[in-house]
């Protein structure tokens, strides 16, 4: 018997998120940080955090395609896109942003591709959702919602504009 | 489909990314499309050569990250077969592999053993043995990467770094690189490549290259002697006066004199051939004023193109050396993709008919 799992609303997340994050700076001390997404889902996220915390620096964007760990074994990824980073990350105290985490993978990924451009003083994670099902022992800092997904059922955030969760069940 | 202007166009109309693969003589994709081998732009679909740029893209910047590495060829070997000399190709696909993180071997071969009598067979062979995932490979002969490509254990990648007089596709893709990058719309540009085409396997691949991408229009100027009516079959028109050729063509580019493969007397004198065919301010005149000038190197000044172009504002000559490591990057990773994707395939429709022997009892 399958239950439909509750989807909560993005943007009331993302507020949510906004205020925690905030204040966790404050309770941290981190002076002068750097936003930066993962693409594409945590970039849409990390651009609204952008403009609620007020930023005044440019967001930075990674794409992990050449981090992956399962390149061996699946190939490149058909749709990679620069990463830009418009800082230095050397000395940075970085929040690092993605929509969803799962098995932890890609925030793995993310990491080792941050430190090739520069050592940062510390990663603060933040994820819209975490589900579920984790490979490596990372945990997000601060995330919206913990979500227990039904077996077969995935989620997916829409966007750029008018962002949604959205579920899709594998028939 | 655009429309195609009145220039006379080759035979070649472009052909989906599947019939292309499933062509036997395309030994660059595999099944799905993808490439897996780089020896020649002729037979890459539009969408292949643009996957290359765009995954070029995302090497262009890598002189930002304070270790200059992707971690995409971790553990895999990549070897240099330079059967003919080159510092400058070969220190770029030197660096690309390096920048990818692969283990880089570069074979010497005028000191290597086929100086003591080892067949292209043999040295490949023992090669392999020692594990190789990629062979670049320049050879004075046209064909031998195809043969190469041909023989090699599966799973091998080859790149083409330049066969006799045949294709140099990795110098004709970051030349299209480089023209996206500054000119944009491939449909709207007019290009002219200008000087030894008879001996140039870059002019080849350019021309293959601007007409897969839909390029307006493409020009080859230069002496009667070094421009074989047999090219208009390529797909360009064909010009022997520098003012009628230019004129008002996006971009020139440049090939230097080929001497050490000329076998006869194809110019009067080097003096002659720059008065008629060397870029000076004055000739770059007839082009756009927005023109860009390209060379694939090296220059040879006061031969082919005046100091004053190489070194002015309109010149993207050194822009063309970096932009090459990120094609030659892409080119490389795409292509052991291709095979890591080929080999999958492999082995799943190998257990697939594995499964109807045992079901079909």
């Given amino acids: 018997m399958t239950t439909h799992t509750n989807l909560p609303d993005v943007n009331t997340l993302i507020e949510q998120l906004a205020q925690q994050l905030k204040q966790h700076i404050q309770n941290q001390n981190l002076n002068n940080i750097a936003l930066v997404g993962i693409h594409s889902g945590g970039v849409w996220v990390a651009e609204r955090l952008h403009s609620l915390l007020e930023q005044e620096e440019a967001l930075g964007t990674l794409d992990i395609s050449f981090y992956r760990d399962d390149y061996t074994r699946v190939g490149l990824n058909p749709s990679v896109k620069p990463s830009s980073l418009p800082f230095a990350t050397e000395g940075r105290h970085i929040v690092l942003v993605d929509d969803v985490i799962m098995s932890g993978r890609t925030i793995r990924a993310a990491m080792n591709e941050l430190f090739d451009y520069g050592r940062p003083d510390s990663v603060t994670l933040v994820t819209l959702l975490s589900l579920p099902g984790r490979e490596l022992p990372i945990q997000p800092d601060i995330t919206g919602q913990t979500l227990t997904l039904a077996p077969g059922e995935r989620v997916k955030l829409t966007g750029p504009d008018n962002l949604s969760l959205e579920l899709q069940t594998a028939q | ?361």
């Fill in chain 2, 1 to 361: 489909m655009k429309s195609m202007t009145d220039i006379p166009r080759p035979a070649t109309s472009p052909r989906s990314a599947a019939a292309l693969s499933a062509d036997p003589r395309n030994v660059q994709l595999t099944e799905d499309g993808k490439l897996r081998h780089f020896l020649t732009i002729g037979g890459l679909p539009k969408e292949v050569l643009e996957e290359i740029l765009d995954t070029a893209d995302s090497f262009v910047n890598m002189g930002e990250k304070s270790v200059k590495k992707v971690p995409l060829l971790r553990g895999k070997t990549v070897v240099n077969l330079f059967f003919e000399n080159s510092t400058r190709t070969r220190s770029t696909f030197e660096l690309a592999a390096q920048r990818l993180s692969a283990d880089v071997l570069s074979l010497d071969i005028n000191t290597s053993a086929t100086t003591k009598g080892e067949t292209l067979m043999d040295t490949l062979q023992n090669l392999e043995a020692m594990g190789s995932d990629m062979f670049i490979v320049r050879h004075a002969d046209s064909g031998a990467q195809h043969f190469i490509a041909s023989q090699v254990t599966p799973n091998v990648a080859i790149i083409n770094a330049g066969d006799g007089r045949h294709a140099h596709p990795t110098q004709a893709m970051l030349d299209m690189y480089t023209i996206r990058k500054h000119k944009g719309d491939f449909s709207k540009l007019k290009v002219a490549i200008v000087g030894d085409i008879l001996h140039s396997r870059v002019a080849r691949s350019q021309v293959q290259a601007l007409n897969t991408l839909g390029a307006e229009e493409v020009r080859l100027i230069g002496p009667k002697t070094l421009l074989p009516d047999t090219l208009a079959g390529l797909g360009a028109k064909l010009y022997t006066r520098m003012e009628d050729g230019l004129k008002d063509v996006d971009v020139v580019i440049m090939l230097r004199l080929q001497k050490e493969r000329m076998d006869g007397a194809l110019l009067p004198s080097e003096g002659e051939f720059y008065r008629l065919y060397g870029l000076t301010e004055e000739k770059l005149n007839y082009a756009r004023p927005d023109a860009i000038v390209m060379h694939p190197g090296p220059i040879n000044r006061g031969v082919e193109i005046e100091s004053a172009v190489a070194d002015g504002p309109q010149s993207l000559i050194l822009n063309q050396v970096s932009y090459g490591i990120a094609i030659r990057m892409a080119v490389m990773s795409m292509s052991v993709s291709g095979q890591t994707q080929q080999k999958v395939q492999n082995q799943e429709n190998a257990a697939s008919q594995g499964n109807d022997g045992e079901t079909s009892a």
